[in-house]
Nanobody, 121 residues
Framework: VQLQASGGGSVQAGGSLRLSCAASGRAFSTYVVGWFRQAPGKEREFVANIGWDVYVKQYLESVKGRFTISRDNTKNTVYLQMLNLKPDDTAVYYC???????????????WGQGTLVTVSS
């Protein structure tokens, strides 16, 4: 599975962005897909994931109610809708695919390149 993340950009606090993770390769619909982020000077952290059946989702506590993960298996794409963005959300966002509903980097064997999100106050 090859992944390509896009949709990052610069917004002011309170703004919104939608990230996309487009996948190529077979059986994408059978993979769990996650979003991670890495802020400057910090370790990469889990943000959200979604199961293959689109119903099971998990979120980082600090993004609950503001971020929504979704997927369209007909388009081999997973989205991360981000609302009410805060300066603390500034980071490089990565999408990843794996076979378990996990929140650790080790749970995901395939990674896309990152897309930068910058939120100014």
């Amino acid at each position: 599975v090859q992944l390509q993340a896009s949709g990052g950009g610069s917004v002011q606090a309170g703004g919104s962005l939608r990230l996309s993770c487009a996948a190529s390769g077979r059986a994408f619909s059978t993979y769990v897909v996650g979003w991670f982020r890495q802020a400057p000077g910090k370790e990469r952290e889990f943000v959200a994931n979604i199961g293959w059946d689109v119903y099971v989702k998990q979120y980082l506590e600090s993004v609950k109610g503001r971020f929504t993960i979704s997927r369209d298996n007909t388009k081999n794409t997973v989205y991360l809708q981000m609302l009410n963005l805060k300066p603390d959300d500034t980071a490089v966002y990565y999408c990843a695919a794996g076979k378990v509903m996990g929140q650790r980097e080790i749970d995901f064997g395939f990674w896309g390149q990152g897309t930068l999100v910058t939120v100014s106050s």
